[in-house]
């Protein structure tokens, strides 16, 4: 997975088509997002970090 914006990680998960879902332990939350059973992207926050992530080819799903 590599590094994305805010902005494509926040339309990959108001996608209808996909789904995500959260999970926090202590100061870290997560948050991924699925197209089908295929993990396309993932939010990292670490106390008062926060990373995006997508998958290689993260772009094709941003259309759909």
């Not at 990959?12 to 993990?39: F, M, T």
């Amino acid at each position: 997975m590599k590094l994305i914006m805010k902005t494509e990680f926040d339309n990959l998960r108001l996608n209808p088509a996909h789904q995500y879902e959260a999970d926090s332990n202590g100061d870290k939350q997560v948050v991924k997002i699925y197209c089908g059973e295929l993990l396309i992207a993932k939010k990292l926050k670490i106390k008062k970090t926060i990373r995006y992530f997508g998958i290689k080819n993260y772009q094709q799903y941003l259309a759909n």
